[in-house]
């Protein structure tokens, strides 16, 4: 299989990266039905996804090692579809939903540590691989602009409805059939595998679990913007569900162009792409606290929120490539995954744990607290120089 077929199976698979947040423009509307379940408990539609899927990325990485790859990735695109689709017939309570969407989050999480792998494999040099890489994380937002603006569209006609996008991941499902490759050598590799299949765990890199950690603290503070979105344009009365789709969906497009030019970002920023990251979204979360005076500002920071996560979400499978063996990327991925998704898992309980602390609007205090965090941690990873760390080992 050439190298553009292979292209377009990662990139089709990819654009689910985001499928847990297709339903965020309908959280005020679900709130109004189950009026008895609190802001944290409706965020968990799109929260516990990043539980299940660390769950699975970990079974997934010792998996790997005896299922082909292309299975694995047919496998958790068939998940997502069921937790995505059976809501349309299912959902009579907050706790059923929750079910679905912990079954989505399994899918997930089976696909998340496999592509950067099979990028890996099929893309050996390091700069074509952080290429390919960048472009996957701007199909990642492509697929999420789909999904998130058509269903807040979808949502206009009621909340049910958001679920209806999901059947796009039936036409993924065909791609991955056709375009996703099978493993090269599977039967060389299992053996290899077998024969350090002791050890495996010893070469794992101590970058792998620094990076997670970064990451994990990135996710609690990044997933405020889409936690709560929707509620602060409701709370500030600047708009409706169509307005949140649409800043959740200029989110979007700002991953998308960051992931297309990213490999020409690095050449300036060099290795302060994570400190970065972190300052560029504490920017994005000013902008949005401000912006119940100025509408401008609402959509310059949902633009800017997204730049700077496609930044850090496409540097951070990177660097584990750079310190992890090839044979070992599906663990170490697994691994990375597994803390940084506990962060994604964490944030509304965390955060508004916190915020809840604070007299005023929770839901312009809320970014007001994530800015203050960003900032804190941009500086810390600035002055430690802590990507400097990552080189081939």
């Known amino acids: 299989m050439n190298s553009k077929s292979i292209k377009i199976g990662i990139f089709s698979v990819a654009s689910l990266s ?11 509307l679900i709130s109004e039905t189950f009026s008895d379940a609190s802001p944290s408990t409706i965020q968990m539609i799109t929260a516990l996804p990043g539980l299940t899927g660390l769950i699975s990325s970990l079974l997934v990485g010792k998996v790997a090692e005896r299922i082909s790859k292309k299975n694995i990735v047919i496998f958790g695109i068939s998940l997502i579809s069921i937790g995505g689709l059976f809501p349309i017939l299912f959902h009579d309570s907050i706790y059923t939903l929750l079910f679905f969407a912990a079954i989505l989050g399994f899918g997930l999480g089976c696909l998340t540590p496999i592509v950067p792998s099979i990028v890996s494999s099929n893309f050996p040099s390091d700069d074509e691989r952080q290429k390919v890489l960048g472009q996957n994380t701007s199909f990642s937002y492509i697929g999420a602009i789909v999904l998130i603006y058509l ?44 024969k350090t299949e002791s050890h495996t765990s010893m070469k794992l890199s101590k970058h792998v679990y620094y990076l997670g950690l970064v990451s994990m603290l990135f996710m609690i503070l990044n997933n405020i913007f889409g936690n709560n979105l929707s509620f602060y344009v409701a709370s500030v009365s ?96 697994s691994v990375f995954i597994c803390i940084m998704s506990l962060g994604s898992f964490l944030s509304p309980t965390i955060v508004n744990s916190i915020v ?17 965090g960003l900032v804190i941690a941009a500086g810390i990873l600035f002055i430690t120089k802590f990507q400097k760390n990552y080189v081939r080992e």
Not at 273 to 284: D, F, G, K, Q, R
Not at 356 to 372: H, K, S, T
């Open 18 to 28: 985001f499928a847990s947040q297709a339903i965020m423009p309908s959280y005020s």
């Open 356 to 372: 809840g602390l604070f007299p005023g609007n929770m839901y312009m205090n809320v970014y007001l607290f994530g800015a203050v």
């Open 238 to 333: 600047i708009g409706d569900t169509s307005l949140a789709g649409l800043g959740s969906s200029l989110n979007l497009v700002g991953g998308l162009v960051c992931g297309f030019l990213v490999s020409k970002i690095i050449v300036v920023i060099r290795n302060n792409s994570l400190a970065a990251s972190y300052l560029l979204t504490a920017i994005s979360f000013i902008a949005i606290y401000f912006a119940y005076s100025s509408i401008v500002l609402f959509y310059v920071g949902c633009f800017l929120s997204g730049f700077a996560g496609a930044l850090f979400i496409s540097q951070a499978p990177f660097l584990i490539t750079l310190v992890t063996e090839n044979q070992l990327i599906p663990q170490a991925m």
């Open 151 to 194: 269903g807040g569209v979808l949502a206009k006609n009621g909340w049910v409805h958001n679920y209806y996008v999901y059947f796009i991941s039936l036409l993924i499902l065909v791609a991955a059939i056709l375009f996703i490759p099978k493993d090269k050598n599977e039967n060389k590799r299992v053996k290899e595998m077998e």
